[in-house]
């Protein structure tokens, strides 16, 4: 039988041999944090002082470009400060880039809501680039979600933001600023006038099935390549992940479909509307070896005909 005044004792005694452990749990903790941040905010000073501008330039240009998918129709771009000429042939540049300089783009709008897409282009074929997108409008964000975004391109490759149009507006003028992330004077800039469309729509797609009519044409020549109709995703296809890949389309025909708009009423969709966008290689065919139009720039006309089931 144990007496009671020593079980009075062996509790606050273990108690405090408990306290004292988790003392020096808390305080070798402590250290151990302080010196991973500090190897970490270290690393990140070494990565921000490494940058060397010559690295992410090519014949003066820094190593990535900046332009909105629309063209073809009412929307286009062309150059940003009249320093150089749209290529009367964009296949046959002998140019890692798909413009000879920086644009400035229009946006017809439908309502707020609506789309636009941003297409980044990074021409380096050896290094992923890292990006800060500036918006310097609060009436746009970066497919709704702020004005600003950190992003990664793969070396070589090219990527779609939406810019969403967040309130009604008659007009605005705005530029979207694409910087290297950890050298931001590194900058790429493209200028947009936003305009209103003399019809507005309650619904613009994004996410969603939708069937469209399409007609693509090789912006080079004119020639008309196919038409037809198709059920495609309105941005990303979740098909592509799937174990039948044959159902993804290019990259650049999904992308396109974001913004399409249509009535809330109206089960003919006969208010369904049109995108003239223009699509480089990298967009379309030319991650494809040996297909045809793997230098080919593609117009594509895109209707939407109905919201489709998925």
């Given at each position: 039988?144990?007496?009671?005044?020593?079980?009075?004792?062996?509790?606050?005694?273990?108690?405090?041999?408990?306290?004292?452990?988790?003392?020096?749990?808390?305080?070798?903790?402590?250290?151990?944090?302080?010196?991973?941040?500090?190897?970490?905010?270290?690393?990140?000073?070494?990565?921000?002082?490494?940058?060397?501008?010559?690295?992410?330039?090519?014949?003066?240009?820094?190593?990535?470009?900046?332009?909105l998918l629309f063209g073809?129709?009412?929307?286009?771009?062309?150059?940003?400060?009249?320093?150089?000429?749209?290529?009367?042939?964009?296949?046959?540049?002998?140019?890692?880039?798909?413009?000879?300089?920086?644009?400035?783009?229009?946006?017809?709008?439908?309502?707020?809501?609506?789309?636009?897409?941003?297409?980044?282009?990074?021409?380096?074929?050896?290094?992923?680039?890292?990006?800060?997108?500036?918006?310097?409008?609060?009436?746009?964000?970066?497919?709704?979600?702020?004005?600003?975004?950190?992003?990664?391109?793969?070396?070589?490759?090219?990527?779609?933001?939406?810019?969403?149009?967040?309130?009604?507006?008659?007009?605005?003028?705005?530029?979207?600023?694409?910087?290297?992330?950890?050298?931001p004077t590194a900058s790429?800039?493209?200028?947009?006038?936003?305009?209103?469309?003399?019809?507005?729509?309650?619904?613009?797609?994004?996410?969603?099935?939708?069937?469209?009519?399409?007609?693509?044409?090789?912006?080079?020549?004119?020639?008309?390549?196919?038409?037809?109709?198709?059920?495609?995703?309105?941005?990303?296809?979740?098909?592509?992940?799937?174990?039948?890949?044959?159902?993804?389309?290019?990259?650049?025909?999904?992308?396109?479909?974001?913004?399409?708009?249509?009535?809330?009423?109206?089960?003919?969709?006969?208010?369904?509307?049109?995108?003239?966008?223009?699509?480089?290689?990298?967009?379309?065919?030319?991650?494809?070896?040996?297909?045809?139009?793997?230098?080919?720039?593609?117009?594509?006309?895109?209707?939407?005909?109905?919201?489709?089931?998925?």
């Amino acid at each position: 039988m144990i007496p009671l005044g020593l079980n009075e004792m062996t509790v606050p005694r273990l108690s405090i041999i408990a306290s004292f452990a988790t003392m020096l749990m808390l305080l070798f903790a402590g250290i151990w944090i302080a010196l991973a941040a500090n190897t970490f905010l270290s690393q990140f000073e070494d990565a921000f002082a490494a940058i060397d501008e010559k690295e992410i330039q090519v014949d003066g240009r820094w190593t990535w470009e900046a332009t909105l998918l629309f063209g073809g129709g009412e929307d286009s771009c062309d150059s940003r400060n009249g320093d150089w000429n749209w290529p009367s042939n964009l296949a046959s540049q002998d140019d890692l880039f798909w413009f000879p300089g920086e644009l400035q783009c229009s946006w017809l709008h439908q309502g707020a809501g609506d789309y636009a897409h941003l297409a980044i282009h990074n021409v380096d074929e050896e290094n992923p680039l890292p990006l800060s997108i500036e918006i310097d409008s609060d009436y746009i964000s970066i497919d709704g979600d702020g004005q600003s975004q950190l992003i990664e391109i793969e070396a070589g490759d090219a990527i779609v933001i939406p810019l969403r149009l967040e309130s009604e507006i008659d007009a605005l003028s705005f530029t979207v600023e694409v910087s290297h992330a950890a050298l931001p004077t590194a900058s790429v800039g493209l200028d947009v006038e936003l305009e209103q469309h003399t019809i507005e729509r309650d619904r613009h797609a994004r996410s969603e099935h939708l069937e469209v009519h399409y007609v693509v044409w090789d912006v080079d020549t004119g020639e008309q390549l196919d038409e037809g109709d198709l059920g495609a995703y309105a941005g990303e296809d979740p098909r592509c992940d799937s174990p039948i890949p044959w159902v993804c389309y290019i990259e650049g025909f999904g992308w396109g479909l974001v913004g399409l708009d249509v009535d809330d009423f109206d089960p003919q969709f006969e208010s369904g509307t049109t995108h003239n966008i223009i699509l480089p290689p990298d967009l379309a065919y030319g991650g494809q070896d040996g297909h045809e139009l793997e230098h080919s720039w593609l117009h594509f006309e895109l209707t939407l005909t109905r919201l489709a089931p998925v």
